[in-house]
């Protein structure tokens, strides 16, 4: 039996998560839409606007940025932290690593706060597109224009340079580390082999790839931009070179806006640009709708650890916990 609890987030949902069982909502008017069992609250955490939000690696607290320059530590308890800022800059990237460990960018400008607090310089000569820590070591992916740097950022060795023509946005590694896949400004994504440098073209997208998420046990890279789900295998020695991906929760008119995969299934939430959203199965492409079409474009999606509740928001500040 599915049921869904909505809420009025009142501004574009930037992201959605969960600290440790609480959902909370990174809306775009600055604040949090925090709900517990005492009921909602709201934290007020940039002044200018949020652009970006990422739980920490531990889960133990939400990390934000904005256009007041500030990237801000958000716990359980609502307690807001100044982390980093950069005066008179919009932060519109962030990524959370291991250790505590924060990237973060706005332009051309890319930084990393470390473990024990230091910065480090990490920008580009070209603008920053997308930040991704890898899943073992302090290692971070800068995608960039006509590429991507890899920076072990708490040692003085050398960047790897990763190059390919085009703007490249989005950066995620695979759960195994074995491989780098950023969305680019074109409508296609593209990915390198790390053990080798081999480049992975992956096209035919009707728009632009905004969201990806791997499955459970990585064997596939979920994505949006098509009407449908695209998964791109990367089991084998390939990846998803000569092996077709599959197209799950297919729809006419409407593009797929957000996927997040299950944390244990093989199964993924769909939000579709109508605010449709449903779940899908990878053996046998089986469905089940979960929100009816009928607002804006779902604009984020999230699962509890545990895969049993679904947070979904919309860009016109509908949000949502969907309980399977």
Not at 168 to 190: I, R
Not at 277 to 290: I, N, P
Request: hydrophobic share 45%; net charge negative.
């Amino acid at each position: 039996m599915v049921s869904v609890a909505p809420y009025d987030a009142g501004s574009y949902v930037v992201a959605a998560a969960f600290l440790d069982t609480d959902p909370v909502f990174a809306l775009g008017d600055g604040t949090l839409l925090m709900l517990t069992s005492d009921g909602e609250r709201r934290v007020e955490v940039h002044g200018g606007g949020l652009l970006a939000a990422c739980m920490t690696q531990d889960k133990s607290a939400i990390l934000t940025s904005g256009g007041d320059g500030r990237v801000m530590r958000t716990d359980a308890e609502g307690e807001a932290t100044l982390m980093a800022e950069l005066p008179r800059k919009w932060i519109d990237l962030l990524a959370a690593g291991p250790q505590g460990a924060i990237a973060f960018a706005s332009g051309r400008t890319a930084m990393v706060r470390l473990p024990n607090g230091d910065l480090r310089d990490v920008s580009p000569s070209r603008a920053v597109g997308g930040l991704a820590f890898a899943p073992r070591g302090l290692r971070l992916a800068v995608a960039r224009y006509d590429g991507a740097t890899l920076h072990w950022v708490n040692t003085e060795a050398p960047a790897q340079e990763l190059s390919w023509k085009g703007a490249h946005a989005a950066a995620a590694f695979s759960p195994d580390g074995k491989y780098l896949v950023t969305t680019m400004q074109e409508n296609a994504l593209h990915g390198w082999r790390l053990s080798d440098g081999q480049d992975m073209r992956m096209t035919g997208y009707p728009g632009k790839v905004k969201s990806m998420h791997w499955s459970a046990k990585g064997r596939y890279l979920a994505t949006s931009g098509a009407n449908a789900a695209i998964l791109w295998p990367f089991f084998g020695k390939t990846g998803p070179m000569g092996q077709q991906p599959l197209q799950l929760g297919a729809r006419g008119d409407q593009l797929v806006s957000q996927v997040a995969c299950h944390p244990a299934e093989e199964v993924v939430a769909i939000g579709y640009q109508d605010g449709m959203v449903l779940v899908a199965r990878f053996a046998d492409s089986q469905e089940v709708l979960l929100r009816r079409p009928g607002g804006s474009p779902v604009s984020a999606l999230c699962w509890d650890a545990g895969g049993t509740r679904l947070l979904f928001g919309t860009e016109a500040g509908e949000a949502g916990v969907i309980s399977l």
